[in-house]
């Protein structure tokens, strides 16, 4: 009723009613007209009475309403169905620039940003001098754990974390069934990786959490790193990826000693090295 008494009939389309005093909003039979539905029935829905609602006839009256994202969601909770993933109501450069700046204020850690199909899109330089990431280069984090030879060569537990990376992104996956964008990134590693391929088959799903990481870097030799995965609210199609070194580990000495200027040179240039190899 609160979302009814927002909307204007001239926000909705409707008729002035000839200059006819009314009250404001929108009344439950213009709503239904709207929406599609019987008048009887969205009295119902308003009044809270059990009956059959679908995710159709929601989207309908959410979209006559104009709810944003969580009011649409909060409508779904409260007819009794599983609310839709969270979605972006801003623009692609809503909160950018202050994550650039979170995770550059991580460092000495590495840290970086992908999107929902693990695209890079943007990292630390403590995240190409220790995990290999390299700029102007297309980096999807996936087809790279499988690919990139770099990472490769530097990921000492690698077969261990492989089933569960993809266990991981099987569960991305399953939150947006018919996104073809997952679909195109599961395609190409595939056809580059038969590792991939057969771990892929497998079918396991594992939701994001904590991934120790054990690297062997060419400079300061073993480093152990825990990797969270956090989810930026205002922009779900967004992760946050940080790197934390495991206490006791001496791990935090060698990412300091990387980042300081003479381990960003030699860093550098072991890369190119790698790749080039």
């Known amino acids: 009723m609160s979302r009814r008494a927002r909307v204007s009939p001239a926000e909705a389309g409707l008729p002035d009613g000839g200059g006819r005093r009314r009250t404001p909003g929108l009344r439950r039979e213009e709503v239904a007209v709207l929406a599609g539905v019987g008048a009887s029935w969205y009295q119902w829905l308003e009044q809270g009475r059990d009956i059959t609602v679908s995710p159709q006839v929601l989207d309908a009256v959410a979209r006559v309403l104009r709810l944003d994202g969580p009011e649409r969601r909060h409508l779904y909770v409260l007819a009794g169905l599983n609310p839709p993933l969270p979605e972006s109501t801003h623009g692609s450069d809503y909160l950018c620039d202050g994550l650039v700046r979170l995770i550059d204020g991580w460092l000495p850690s ?23 990431f390299r700029p102007k280069q297309r980096h999807n984090c996936l087809v790279d754990y499988f690919t990139d030879p770099v990472y490769r060569s530097r990921a000492a537990n690698w077969e261990q974390n492989a089933p569960r990376v993809v266990a991981q992104y099987r569960a991305a996956c399953s939150e947006r069934p018919d ?14 990786s038969p590792e991939f391929a057969e771990l892929w088959a497998r079918g396991d799903v594992q939701p ?15 480093i152990f790193l825990e990797s969270t995965q956090l989810r930026v609210p205002a ?19 060698k990412v300091a000693l990387l980042s300081s200027p003479e381990g960003r040179r030699g860093a550098m240039h072991s890369v190119t090295g790698e790749a080039a190899g």
């Not at 679909?183 to 590693?189: G, M, S, W």
């Not at 922009?235 to 000495?253: K, M, Y």
Request: glycine share 12%.
């Open 110 to 132: 590495p840290a970086h940003i992908m999107d929902q199909y693990w695209n890079m899109i943007c990292f630390n330089e403590a995240a190409g001098l220790v995990l290999g």
């Open 179 to 192: 996104d073809e964008g997952f679909e195109a990134v599961v395609t190409e590693t595939a056809a580059l």
């Open 208 to 222: 994001g959490g904590l991934l120790t990481k054990e690297i062997e870097h060419p400079l300061v030799g073993t």
């Open 235 to 253: 922009r779900p199609d967004l992760t946050i990826v940080l790197h934390n070194p495991v206490p006791g580990s001496g791990t935090a000495e």
